[in-house]
C-alpha cells in the first residue's frame, strides 16, 4: 500500500497533527474538518492567484482570483486519496489553477480595463496639449504619466483597444443626395468583423459546453501548463493511457463540432 504523502510532521495552527485531521475527514468528512484543512492549505490559494495574476493586467483583483481558487483547493480536498502516495500540494495545484482559468473566462474585467487606460491616456495628452499647444511626443506623454517606456507601451496597447471611427460619419459632400460617408474611403484596421466574434464566442461557449470537468482540466493541463499524459494521470488520479485516450477523444469531438458548425454558418451564409 503506498504510503501517504501528507507529512506526519505538520501540524495545525492549534498543534493538531495534519495527518490525523486528513485520516479523520476521510473517514468521516464534516464541515469543521474541512475548513481546518482549507484553512491549512489556503496558502497554495494565494500562491497560484498570485502566480496567474503577474501575466494580467493590474485592474484583475488577485481578491477574485483567490476566491475561485478557494473552490479549486475544496475540490481538491474531496477528492484527495491518501493512500496514493502523491503530495497534496502537487495534487491540488491543477485544480486550483484550473479553477481560476475557469474564473477568467467568465469575468468581465475587459470593459473596466479598456475604460481605465483609454482615460489615462487621454487625459494625459490633452494636459500636454493645452500646456505646450501642441500634440505631445509618446515620451512627454509616458512622462507626465510617471511610468517608463515599456508600462506606457502596455498602456498604448490597452488604450488602442477602443480606438472608434465612425463609419456613418461623414467624409464629404456631393451633389447627388447620397453624401460619401467614412466606410466609403477609408478601412479602420482596429475595428473588429462582429460576425467573427459573436463565431469566436459561440466556438467558446461550445468547446466549454462540450467538455466535463475533468476534460476541461485534460486541456488546460496539457496545452497551457504543459505537463505530460503520465502527470496528468498522476494529478486525476487516472491511467497514462486513459489520459491519452480522453485526450483523443476531446480532439476528436471538438473537430467534429467545428465542422458541424462551419456547415451551419456556411448554409446560412449562402
Known amino acids: 500500500m503506498a504510503k501517504s504523502r501528507t507529512s ?3 501540524a495545525l495552527a492549534d498543534g493538531t497533527p495534519l495527518h490525523e485531521v486528513w485520516v479523520q475527514y476521510k473517514q468521516q468528512p464534516t464541515e469543521q474538518k474541512r475548513n481546518q484543512l482549507m484553512e491549512h492549505y ?11 495574476h503577474t501575466k494580467l493586467p493590474d485592474e484583475v483583483d488577485v481578491e477574485d482570483l483567490m476566491s475561485a481558487g478557494i473552490f479549486g483547493l475544496m475540490d481538491a480536498i474531496d477528492g484527495f486519496d491518501l493512500e496514493r502516495g502523491v503530495k ?3 495534487f491540488s495545484a491543477p485544480r486550483i489553477r484550473g479553477a481560476i482559468l475557469d474564473e477568467l473566462r467568465s469575468m468581465d474585467w475587459v470593459p473596466r480595463l479598456v475604460r481605465s487606460r483609454s482615460s489615462l491616456v487621454d487625459q494625459a495628452r490633452k494636459a500636454l496639449e493645452m500646456e505646450l499647444g501642441r500634440k505631445p511626443t509618446d515620451d512627454e506623454v509616458a512622462s507626465k504619466l510617471n511610468v517608463n517606456q ?6 498604448r496597447k490597452d488604450a488602442g483597444a477602443v480606438g472608434v471611427v465612425s463609419l456613418s460619419r461623414k467624409w464629404f459632400e456631393t451633389d447627388s443626395s447620397k453624401d460619401v460617408r467614412e466606410i466609403d474611403v477609408i478601412r479602420d484596421p482596429k475595428q ?3 460576425l467573427s466574434v459573436a463565431q469566436r464566442r459561440d466556438l467558446k461557449e461550445m468547446i466549454t459546453k462540450g467538455l466535463s470537468r475533468a476534460e476541461r482540466l485534460i ?8 505537463m505530460t499524459m503520465k502527470e496528468i494521470g498522476v494529478t486525476l488520479d487516472l491511467s497514462e493511457s486513459r489520459v491519452s485516450q480522453m485526450h483523443s477523444s476531446i480532439l476528436a469531438r471538438l473537430k467534429a463540432q467545428l465542422a458541424h458548425r462551419t456547415r451551419e454558418l456556411e448554409a446560412v451564409a449562402e
Open 150 to 155: 515599456e508600462e506606457y507601451s502596455k498602456i
Open 42 to 52: 489556503l496558502p497554495l490559494v494565494k500562491y497560484n492567484a498570485e502566480r496567474i
Open 88 to 90: 497534496f500540494e502537487t
Open 219 to 226: 486541456v488546460l493541463l496539457y496545452y497551457y501548463e504543459e
Open 8 to 10: 506526519h510532521l505538520a
Open 192 to 194: 473588429t468583423n462582429p
